[in-house]
T-cell receptor, first 114, second 115 residues
Framework: AQKVTQAQTEISVVEKEDVTLDCVYE???????LFWYKQPPSGELVFLIR??????QNEISGRYSWNFQKSTSSFNFTITASQVVDSAVYFC???????????FGKGTRLSVIA | NAGVTQTPKFQVLKTGQSMTLQCAQD?????MSWYRQDPGMGLRLIHY???????DQGEVPNGYNVSRSTTEDFPLRLLSAAPSQTSVYFC??????????????FGEGSRLTVL
């Protein structure tokens, strides 16, 4: 069975602080895919990143970075120098290979205060 | 660039009424799915389809029906609405059923209230 746990329900930071959103996953498959989505206050869901289980390289995209560690089954997301526009709900998701739908975590609500 | 289109965006129903949430995509995506989003529960999968004529149940299928007669459309039917079905519903699609290669594209959501 697949499971995604986002233990942080809500996080509040002051602008320009760094913040890390945790994601822990469970799966029995050796091939799987991890995702992060952003849901801003407007409500749409925005794809941020996809990572497969064979690629443990960390990824950086501007102020965003992702740390994938198979040893701890974690796929954490860090925002550096946070901005008010980063305020959103962030979802981590997991899919096994093949025709397996995405399973989402419950999300972490990030509030960045000016 | 229509992408994934959901209608209606808002709907209020009375308990026991039926309705259909429409979802259409113009990207020739094989994979389509319906999620519901409730506070503190994240996104939970209701039903999904890996191609025309093929549907399967997700985590919370009770009270909902789907069909996939065309590649483009994937309607979600509530046969007898209940207050527990008050939620925001998202339709999503992907170019390939193997999510390895395709990101999931979401519609804007449909907010349903059942009184």
């Amino acid at each position: 069975a697949q499971k995604v746990t986002q233990a942080q329900t809500e996080i509040s930071v002051v602008e320009k602080e760094d913040v890390t959103l945790d994601c822990v996953y469970e799966t029995r498959d050796t091939t799987y895919y991890l995702f992060w989505y952003k849901q801003p206050p407007s409500g749409e869901l925005v794809f941020l990143i996809r990572r497969n289980s064979f690629d443990e390289q960390n990824e950086i995209s501007g102020r965003y970075s992702w740390n994938f560690q198979k040893s701890t089954s974690s796929f954490n997301f860090t925002i550096t120098a946070s901005q008010v526009v980063d305020s959103a709900v962030y979802f981590c998701a997991l899919s096994n290979s093949g025709n397996t739908p995405l399973v989402f975590g419950k999300g972490t609500r990030l509030s960045v205060i000016a | 660039n229509a992408g994934v289109t959901q209608t209606p965006k808002f709907q209020v129903l009375k308990t026991g009424q039926s309705m259909t949430l429409q979802c259409a995509q113009d990207m020739n995506h094989e994979y389509m799915s319906w999620y519901r989003q409730d506070p503190g529960m994240g996104l939970r999968l209701i039903h999904y389809s890996v191609g025309a004529g093929i549907t399967d149940q997700g985590e919370v299928p009770n009270g909902y029906n789907v069909s996939r007669s065309t590649t483009e459309d994937f309607p979600l039917r509530l046969l007898s609405a209940a207050p527990s079905q008050t939620s925001v519903y998202f339709c999503a699609s992907s170019y390939r059923a193997d999510l390895n290669t395709g990101e999931l594209f979401f519609g804007e959501g449909s907010r349903l209230t059942v009184l």
